[in-house]
């Protein structure tokens, strides 16, 4: 049975700095891992998707790696600002459906 | 990106009464929807899987005569808590999926925050 962890659970970081969001996954038997930002009481925006074929992903401030032998992704984010607070959740899909992480409420100061 | 709508956003019911909540993919057609539950500060669990025209598959400890599910359509996924109970209290969201499409983005619905007082 697929489980995803992450870690850490939560994080508290002054704003400007550079932070490292983990996730494992125990079978390394998937379609592709999707990073997602949830805002408290709110849906799911995706963040980046990476194929089991790709090492990593980028869009703007965010970098995405992924080592599938390992069942490791990590979630960069560069300079970070308060507007980034929020719980980070990765997914993975091993079939139809995602597999979920607990997620990392990361809280940025101003 | 596709999009995916979720109505309502928020609800509050009485113990014992039913609550329908929809899911529409607006822009893309979902032969498959996924329900999934959200307790605070948890996670997202699956609920059920539904396949266009056909009866939805439950996770282990869902009930399926609690938590109706129906996709008569390729654009519409309704879940219907019958007999809603204060431990029914969640917030409930919806994804949809294109046909064998397993390598592309999933994209979610805006969640649906359920209180049964």
């Known amino acids: 049975k697929q489980e995803v962890t992450q870690i850490p659970a939560a994080l508290s970081v002054p704003e400007g700095e550079n932070l490292v969001l983990n996730c494992s996954f125990t079978?390394?038997?998937?379609?592709?891992l999707q990073w997602f930002r949830q805002d408290p009481g709110k849906g799911l925006t995706s963040l980046l998707l990476?194929?089991?074929?790709?090492r990593e992903q980028t869009s703007g401030r965010l970098n995405a790696s992924l080592d599938k032998s390992s069942g490791r992704s990590t979630l960069y984010i560069a300079a970070s600002q308060p507007g980034d607070s929020a719980t980070y959740l990765c997914?993975?899909?091993?079939?139809?459906?995602?597999?979920f992480g607990p997620g990392t409420r990361l809280s940025v100061l101003p | 990106g596709a999009v995916v709508s979720q109505h309502p956003s928020w609800v509050i019911c009485k113990s014992g009464t039913s609550v329908k909540i929809e899911c529409r993919s607006l822009?893309?057609?979902?032969?498959?929807m996924f329900w999934y539950r959200q307790f605070p500060k948890q996670s997202l669990m699956l609920m059920a899987t539904s396949n266009e025209g056909s009866k939805a598959t439950y996770e282990q400890g869902v009930e399926k005569d609690k938590f109706l599910i129906n996709h008569a359509s390729l654009t519409l996924s309704t879940l219907t808590v019958t007999s809603a109970h204060p431990e029914d209290s969640s917030f409930y969201i919806c994804?949809?999926?294109?046909?064998?499409?397993?390598?592309?983005?999933?994209?979610f619905g805006q969640g649906t925050r359920l209180t049964v007082v």
């Open positions: 990476i194929q089991s074929s790709q």
């Open positions: 994804s949809g999926l294109s046909a064998g499409d397993m390598n592309t983005e999933a994209f």
């Open positions: 822009d893309f057609q979902a032969t498959t």
């Open positions: 997914a993975v899909r091993p079939g139809q459906n995602f597999v």
């Open positions: 079978d390394s038997a998937i379609y592709n």
